[in-house]
């Protein structure tokens, strides 16, 4: 099941970023850099007391004059309410309540969505206490008191935050339809895609509208089989900022792509693969999802014998951290190769699942080191012992050695790549645990 989100709301200087921070970069979280994501990180995975969620910094917004903070302000509270589960809304104990605050606060009730209230830059309890009483007025519950740069009162916060989280009953009914999250930046065509879909199927089963986040939910029939197409298109928001509407794409995405089993990255093949196009690849890596990477509007594109080959390595080279990823030349405008998406679905969704017996890993394995010897370091070498496979979606090894700091990132990769030479497992990534065995006397 998908991970709840929590975006962090709050107007510019309350803390927003340092809160993140803490949360991100402290040892109560687990916190993976998305390949790609160069600029600031916009969303970090956090693990409190045995609850996983997806974090949001709705932040990095400072207006420049008095008169457009409150429309700012309210972009970004509705960025927010728009696509998280559980809200946190920062205030200032310094700065005292002031009436922007009042005004975001009346936005998150009407809501309806559950919304953490804390008090920031309280950094001394006894002294600071009674100012953050004040913070009652604003209608939405027990302000929680917070240091987040001196990383004070954030578990009694978290423990509020997590008591939020619905226990998710497992779907078994729809867990046997698979999800398909449709991807990519603003205008290269995804609703194009599912729509041309659409049409080709002929069978429309039912249209789930927004669902609790902001995606739409479409049913598609082909050949007999659901598929549910998750389509993180529709944003058209008057927006000037470039960088807003970035970052908004991206809390769409993440949010899109946890609900996923295989994501299509869909790239415009006129303007060709771009930065952005690889953190939103990144993100759906990172989450271990089937991912298959399609070029839309392949007709536009002058071509020769060569054509292909010069853009099939392009964007391998840009998106070399997953060499695995299926890639598809497609038009949704005249339909070209759009039922071969499928059945590239099917295979991808075998390999998310497949499952290999232990035996037939540790003879892959004993052969890779045969092949190629286990590095040492200070004379001590590097001991396999036994691999087995533990879950899948995506498939999940766990490799018992005699230490582990001496499994470097490469023979992880070498012996990745003997297990793809046996079984292919085209279009999903592989996840490695290394546990460390003490040697048998």
């Given at each position: 099941m998908s991970k709840p989100i929590v975006a962090i709301v709050g107007r510019p200087n309350v803390g927003k970023s340092t809160l993140f921070n803490a949360l991100a970069g402290q040892n109560i979280s687990i916190v993976k850099d998305?390949?790609?994501?160069?600029?600031?990180?916009?969303?970090?995975?956090?693990?409190?007391?045995?609850?996983?969620?997806?974090?949001?910094?709705?932040?990095?917004?400072?207006?420049?004059?008095?008169?457009?903070?409150?429309?700012q302000m309210r972009e970004q509270a509705q960025i927010a309410i728009d696509t998280a589960?559980?809200?946190?809304?920062?205030?200032?104990?310094?700065?005292?309540?002031?009436?922007?605050?009042?005004?975001?606060?009346?936005?998150?009730?009407?809501?309806?969505?559950?919304?953490?209230?804390?008090?920031?830059?309280?950094?001394?309890?006894?002294?600071?206490?009674?100012?953050?009483?004040?913070?009652?007025?604003?209608?939405?519950?027990?302000?929680?008191?917070?240091?987040?740069?001196?990383?004070?009162?954030?578990?009694?916060?978290?423990?509020?935050?997590?008591?939020?989280?619905?226990?998710?009953?497992?779907?078994?009914?729809?867990?046997?339809?698979?999800?398909?999250?449709?991807?990519?930046?603003?205008?290269?065509?995804?609703?194009?895609?599912?729509?041309?879909?659409?049409?080709?199927?002929?069978?429309?089963?039912?249209d789930i509208a927004g669902t609790t986040r902001d995606a739409i939910d479409t049913n598609i029939m082909w050949q007999g089989r659901e598929y549910i197409f998750i389509d993180t298109a529709g944003l058209r928001r008057k927006n000037k900022i470039k960088e807003e509407l970035e970052r908004y794409s991206i809390i769409r995405t993440v949010t899109a792509v946890d609900r996923a089993d295989v994501v299509i990255v869909v790239i415009d093949a006129v303007e060709g693969i771009t930065e952005q196009d690889a953190k939103i690849a990144g993100i759906a890596h990172e989450r271990g999802k089937g991912i298959i990477i399609a070029v839309n509007k392949w007709d536009a594109v002058e071509k020769n014998d060569k054509t292909i080959y010069k853009y099939t390595s392009k964007v391998r080279e840009f998106l070399s951290y997953m060499p695995y990823a299926e890639l598809m030349f497609i038009s949704a405008e005249t339909g070209q190769r759009l039922p071969k998406l499928f059945d590239t679905i099917d295979m991808v969704l075998e390999n998310q699942t497949l499952r290999i017996q232990t035996g037939v890993l540790n003879e892959i394995m004993a052969e890779a080191i045969a092949l190629q010897q286990p590095p040492s370091d200070k004379g001590k070498r590097l001991k396999l012992y036994y691999i087995t496979q533990v879950s899948v979606k995506p498939p999940t090894f766990v490799i018992f050695v005699n230490d582990k700091e001496l499994m470097h990132f490469s023979y992880t990769r070498y012996l990745e790549n003997k297990i793809r030479e046996a079984f292919g497992f085209r279009g999903t990534s592989l996840k490695f645990i290394i546990r460390e065995r003490k040697e048998k006397e």
């Open positions: 998305t390949p790609g994501v160069t600029r600031d990180r916009i969303y970090a995975d956090v693990i409190w007391l045995n609850h996983g969620f997806t974090m949001i910094d709705t932040g990095g917004i400072e207006p420049e004059s008095k008169d457009i903070i409150l429309s589960d559980v809200i946190i809304f920062i205030t200032d104990v310094r700065q005292g309540l002031v009436d922007a605050d009042a005004k975001v606060a009346d936005m998150l009730r009407r809501s309806g969505k559950p919304v953490v209230l804390a008090v920031n830059k309280v950094d001394n309890f006894d002294k600071l206490l009674m100012d953050v009483y004040e913070f009652y007025n604003l209608g939405i519950g027990e302000p929680f008191p917070i240091s987040a740069s001196s990383k004070l009162g954030l578990g009694d916060m978290l423990d509020e935050v997590v008591r939020h989280f619905e226990e998710e009953e497992e779907e078994e009914e729809e867990d046997d339809i698979p999800r398909v999250a449709i991807v990519g930046k603003p205008n290269v065509g995804k609703s194009s895609i599912i729509n041309k879909l659409l049409g080709q199927s002929r069978v429309i089963v039912s």
